[in-house]
């Protein structure tokens, strides 16, 4: 699981968008996007969305549990959420709304959802294995995530300090307000997290550039590992 590699892999869909003239970089999203309009949204462009200055690093509402899961659900709760500053005039991480914002634009121009596109335009071609969301006949490949547990005497993240004192400020809820968002949960492998969901080998395709053979092929295949970092609390090194 590669965590916030995976917004790396959404750019590049993106880019290669607009490099076939189907994206523009200072375009308003409802161009491609109609509903997105209203409360400000009508001024957030592409670009602002890449560089993290879209002023959406969150859903304020409560996510329904599985919400992570639902595609549809979650852009629309972003298409109706109030910026939480005027687009383009401040900077804050966009932790794993970039993946959806970014991903409804690439499904709404290209027919195809970010990770099929991913799979098609730039996976596959390469020999790569790595998914923005995995087929359930993959998941015996991944390596459960292992949580961080502190340790006597550790110190938490300002961050994470900041999360627990206010579970309603902007950074619990562009972290937690998820949906119970549990990456070890067969939903959340198979959903595609565009932010922070994406899963590939541990090792490289072969010289050839084909990708490695399935497990049941050669039982030498490289397994798509998990990763010793936590989600969230108790140390927040997002």
């Known amino acids: ?7 790396a892999a959404t750019a590049i869909c993106v880019h290669l968008l607009i490099e076939r003239g189907m994206l523009e970089l200072d375009a ?13 949204r009508e001024n957030i462009t592409v670009r602002m969305c890449l560089n993290h200055t879209a002023g959406l690093p969150a859903i304020q ?11 549809d659900y979650m852009t629309g709760q972003l298409a109706q959420q109030t910026p939480f500053w005027e687009p383009g005039t401040q900077t804050g991480y966009h932790m794993f709304t970039f993946g959806w914002l970014l991903g409804e634009l690439v499904r709404r121009v290209s027919g195809r959802s970010l990770g099929a596109f991913f799979a098609e335009e730039i ?8 998914h923005i969301g995995l087929s359930d006949d993959q998941h015996v490949r991944v390596s459960p995530i292992a949580f961080h547990k502190m340790k006597p005497g550790e110190e938490m993240s300002s961050f994470m300090k900041a999360i627990l004192l206010d579970t309603q400020s902007m950074q619990a809820r562009a972290l937690l307000n998820l949906g119970n968002l549990n990456y070890n949960d067969p939903r959340a492998m198979r959903a595609e997290i565009g932010a922070a969901g994406g899963i ?3 090792r490289p395709a072969s010289p050839n550039g084909s990708p490695p053979p399935p497990p049941d092929a050669d039982a030498d295949a490289p397994a798509i590992v998990g990763a010793s970092r936590p989600l969230g609390p108790p140390n927040g090194s997002l």
């Open 61 to 71: 509402p409560d996510v329904k549990d599985g919400g992570f899961a639902d595609w």
């Open 200 to 202: 590939g080998a541990s």
């Open 1 to 7: 699981l590669t965590f916030s590699n995976t917004k």
């Open 28 to 40: 308003p999203l409802t161009r491609y996007w109609p509903e997105f309009g209203g409360e400000g």
């Open 123 to 130: 996976a596959q071609p390469l020999g790569l294995d790595f």
